[in-house]
């Protein structure tokens, strides 16, 4: 086979559908295009059917091998389209027209698929209380796990570093017993911790030393004695009460001969 001989379905698909792009019947492609929401549930039954009856074991080692020299996929991704494959099958079995349309929103769903001694599971009454409170159109492997998880777990969310900053945290992570993720933890805590006693530290009042109280004793008892002083003296505080006019204001106040004469006139 040729080198991308594999994907030459895909060319022509793409050519034949513009080429026929007017005369398309929109029920026949959308038929389609939901009948492709679900190829992962084909895929899982195919990956299943090899692993069950060891399909693989004349050319590869084992299931494993098979996955990534294969089909290029990791095992573990392999084993989630097999057990979403799985769950989609039985929501199918118990009448759901809605249902999830690829291997997230499956696996999502993956903690109650467990069947119990008596032969039940919550998977059937999960995935109805997603029906009934999500929008079709918005129901993902995130809306599915906020409606359905009773305790769900703070989501993750993806940050840019340095390739030097994460090795040093990493060795840091290493040499404490820590995943990175429990070391990153554990730096937040202690950095919200400095936070919360500096906000604590702002509110408390500001307590004295006794040195310092001392002083403020002192200067207390100083002010006290001038107040006292004060109130017992008689004379008057400098700008307070009443003061003779200077002799120079007397002699300007003072009228003239001319003034006189005019008086007596």
Known sequence: ??????YQPLLDFAEETLATAPYNDLSELTH?????????????????????YRLYKDK??????YCEQGLGRQHFYCKQIIKAADICLRLIKAGFQILPNCVAQATTLGKYAAIDKYGDSPLESKWQEVVESVPKEKISAVTIAETIDENPEPRLQQVRIKKDTYALLAKKAAAAGLSFQELLDRIADEYKRQKEEEAEKEEEPTIPTPEQQEILDQLDTEFQKDIGAIGKSDKPLPGLGKNKPSRSYQKAIRPNRSDKASDSS
């Open 1 to 6: 086979m040729l080198p991308g001989a594999e």
């Open 32 to 52: 389609k295009i939901k009948r492709g929401f679900l190829d992962y549930v084909r895929q899982g039954i195919m990956l299943d059917t090899i692993r069950r």
């Open 60 to 65: 590869f080692k084992d299931f494993k091998t």
